[in-house]
C-alpha cells in the first residue's frame, strides 16, 4: 500500500488554496457500501461468496477437418468447485470425448482435470482437479425457488473470467432436449444472460447458494435462459461418483409417440390420449423375450401412465433393472398386460 492509500484524497479549491485547506474525503468502503442499493448489495454478496469456487475449463478434442484428415477442436466452458479435495461440476457438453481438459481456477492456477463421469442424458459432469484445500461453493436446494426470485449466473464467457449477470427465475419445472436426445426434468429457466462460455457455470441466489447449473439458451430469443437444478445436479455427481456414469434400463425397443383414438381411450379409461407405438424390437431384448411387438402401443410402466417416449425413457429407471415390470399395451383395440424384465443400458445408451 502507498502513502496515497493510506488516506483519503483530499481536493483544494482556489478559495481553500487562499484562506486554507477545505478537506473532501473520498467515502469510505464502509460509505461506499451505503451507497449501494438492496438489489446491488444482493448481487455482490452473492458475486463475492461464488466467485472464488468458479473455474474456467479448457477442453482439447479429436475432430476432423472437411477434407477428412485428423485436426485438434478446442472449446470450453465453466464449472464450479464443490468439494475441498478438488471435485467440479460442469456441463457434459463442455467435456464429453475431451481427451485433455484443463482447468484454470479462481486464483489463476491452471492444472490438468481428470474426467470423473458424465451424464449426457442431464447434460452434468464431474470432474477433478490435485489441488489442496479448495474453496466449495454452498449448494443449495432448488425446491424452494420461487418464480420472480432473483438470481445471479457466473462463468467465463468467451474467455472472460469471473463474468457476472443477474436476473429471476422465470419460470420452474421446465423440460429441456438434451443434446443426448432425453428430456431434462424440472430445469430452471431465467431471464439471467448467458452465453456459451456460461456452460457448466453456477446459478446462485442472492445468498451465494447455488442452485443450478448453466447450461443453454434459445438462440433466437431473448432472455431464454436454462439452468439444471442443483437438486438433479446433487443426485447425478453422487451416481458419477460411485459408479462412473448414470445406470439406467434398457429394454430395447424404438419407439414415437402416438395419439390413441378417442373412443378406444375412453372405452379403456386411458388416463392419457396418447402412447408409446413401438417401431422395432431389438433381437434378444428384453423387449422381444416379454413379447411387445412392432405396432403395440405402450399405455402404463409398472402403473404410471405412458403418454409418449419420453414417459418411459423417464421411468426407465436404475431401480428396475432385473426387476418384473408390468407394462399395459394395446395390441389393435385389446388392453394386455405383459412382465418385462430391464436389463441395464449400455453406456452408450445411457
Do not use: W
Not at 24 to 32: C, G, H, K, L, T
Not at 85 to 112: K, P, Y
Not at 276 to 302: T, Y
Amino acid at each position: 500500500m502507498s502513502a496515497y492509500d493510506a488516506a483519503p484524497f483530499q481536493f483544494l479549491d482556489h478559495e481553500a488554496a487562499t484562506n486554507g485547506p477545505a478537506p473532501v474525503e473520498v467515502p469510505s468502503s464502509s460509505e461506499n457500501d451505503d451507497l449501494l442499493d438492496v438489489y446491488s448489495r444482493a448481487v455482490t454478496g452473492a458475486v463475492e461468496k461464488i466467485r472464488p469456487s468458479v473455474v474456467n475449463i479448457e477442453v482439447r478434442q479429436q475432430g476432423r477437418a472437411r477434407s477428412g484428415e485428423p485436426r485438434e477442436r478446442r472449446g470450453g466452458g465453466s464449472g464450479f468447485v464443490f468439494t475441498p479435495d478438488g471435485l467440479i461440476l460442469t456441463n457434459s457438453h463442455v467435456i464429453h470425448e475431451a481427451r485433455r481438459v484443463d482447468v484454470t481456477l479462481a486464483d489463476g492456477r491452471r492444472a490438468s482435470a481428470n474426467i470423473i463421469g458424465d451424464d449426457p442424458a442431464t447434460d452434468l459432469a464431474v470432474i477433478r482437479v490435485d489441488a489442496p484445500a479448495l474453496p466449495p461453493a454452498t449448494l443449495g436446494d432448488s425446491r424452494r425457488l420461487r418464480v420472480g426470485q432473483l438470481v445471479v449466473a457466473i462463468g467465463s464467457p468467451y474467455g472472460f473470467q469471473s463474468t457476472v449477470t443477474a436476473g429471476v427465475v422465470s419460470a420452474l419445472g421446465r423440460s429441456l432436449r438434451s443434446y443426448s436426445g432425453r428430456l431434462i426434468e424440472d430445469v430452471i429457466q431465467t431471464d439471467a444472460a448467458l452465453n456459451p462460455g456460461n456452460s457448466g457455470g453456477p446459478l446462485v441466489t442472492s445468498d451465494g447458494r447455488v442452485v443450478g447449473v448453466n447450461t443453454a439458451t434459445i438462440l433466437p430469443a431473448q432472455g431464454i435462459c436454462f439452468a439444471i437444478g442443483i437438486n438433479t445436479a446433487k443426485f447425478v455427481a453422487s451416481r458419477l461418483l460411485r459408479d462412473g456414469r448414470i445406470r439406467r434400463s434398457f429394454i430395447g425397443i424404438s419407439a414415437q409417440t402416438v395419439p390413441l383414438l378417442r373412443r378406444v381411450a375412453r372405452f379403456h379409461d386411458l388416463v392419457a390420449e396418447t402412447g408409446a407405438v413401438v417401431v422395432s424390437v431389438e433381437k434378444d431384448s428384453p423387449g422381444e423375450r416379454a413379447g411387445l411387438r412392432e405396432g403395440d402401443v405402450i399405455l402404463a410402466f409398472e402403473e404410471q401412465a405412458v403418454a409418449g417416449v419420453d414417459d418411459l425413457l423417464r421411468l426407465l429407471t436404475e431401480t428396475h433393472v432385473g426387476e418384473r415390470c408390468q407394462v399395459s399395451i394395446l395390441r389393435g383395440v385389446e388392453k394386455i398386460e405383459l412382465v418385462l424384465v430391464p436389463q441395464e443400458a449400455p453406456a452408450s445408451r445411457s
